[in-house]
T-cell receptor
Framework: GQSLEQPSEVTAVEGAIVQINCTYQTSGFYGLSWYQQHDGGAPTFLSYNALDGLEETGRFSSFLSRSDSYGYLLLQELQMKDSASYFCAVSITNDYKLSFGAGTTVTVRA | NAGVTQTPKFQVLKTGQSMTLQCAQDMNHNSMYWYRQDPGMGLRLIYYSASEGTTDKGEVPNGYNVSRLNKREFSLRLESAAPSQTSVYFC???????????FGPGTRLTVT
């Protein structure tokens, strides 16, 4: 089976930078994705890394190291609206299935 | 485009009752998925359909059945509901690019 580990909670102030780590153990690997979910609403896609390195999309960046089975999501210039749960997910087959981590709740304080 | 729609939004069932959760997407995606999310947990895959006419089990398929009615619609059936099936159910679809999945708003199901 697959296992993914990410911290359960992170708290930071507005304007700060937060890094959410994700380590995984899987039987195969195609890529690592990140999703954001506000208050039990629909998860929304943030990023996908198939190759080692950093992908930047606005204030959010995602990093992958395949050799270390590790990735992270970097949230910069935190805003109150970034308070949400963030999930890492791995794809282990080429049929687009995902296995999700338990999620990290990010709380942004004024 | 409506994206991914789910009905109903909320449902309360008694133990042993049956029901079908409906999901439809208007993005012409081939692959569709059903997940459940329990408090403090990530999403767990129940069943998926890689393409019209095919369905496969995910991590937690016991107690559920699915039907891929056509390319747009993918339904999830609980034949005999149990309190352990109290959860939020999400449907999702993807065209495959970057493994990006689009999620519906969810169905909040309580089984008493």
């Amino acid at each position: 089976g697959q296992s993914l580990e990410q911290p359960s909670e992170v708290t930071a102030v507005e304007g700060a930078i937060v890094q959410i780590n994700c380590t995984y153990q899987t039987s195969g690997f195609y890529g690592l994705s990140w999703y954001q979910q506000h208050d039990g609403g629909a998860p929304t896609f943030l990023s996908y890394n198939a190759l080692d390195g950093l992908e930047e999309t606005g204030r959010f960046s995602s990093f992958l190291s395949r050799s270390d089975s590790y990735g992270y999501l970097l949230l910069q210039e935190l805003q109150m609206k970034d308070s949400a749960s963030y999930f890492c997910a791995v794809s282990i087959t080429n049929d687009y299935k995902l296995s999700f981590g338990a999620g990290t709740t990010v709380t942004v304080r004024a | 485009n409506a994206g991914v729609t789910q009905t109903p939004k909320f449902q309360v069932l008694k133990t042993g009752q049956s029901m079908t959760l409906q999901c439809a997407q208007d993005m012409n995606h081939n692959s569709m998925y059903w997940y459940r999310q329990d408090p403090g947990m990530g999403l767990r895959l129940i069943y998926y359909s890689a393409s019209e006419g095919t369905t496969d089990k995910g991590e937690v398929p016991n107690g559920y059945n699915v039907s891929r009615l056509n390319k747009r619609e993918f339904s999830l059936r609980l034949e005999s509901a149990a309190p352990s099936q109290t959860s939020v159910y999400f449907c999702a679809s993807t065209r495959g690019r970057n493994y990006e999945q689009y999620f519906g708003p969810g169905t909040r199901l309580t089984v008493t």
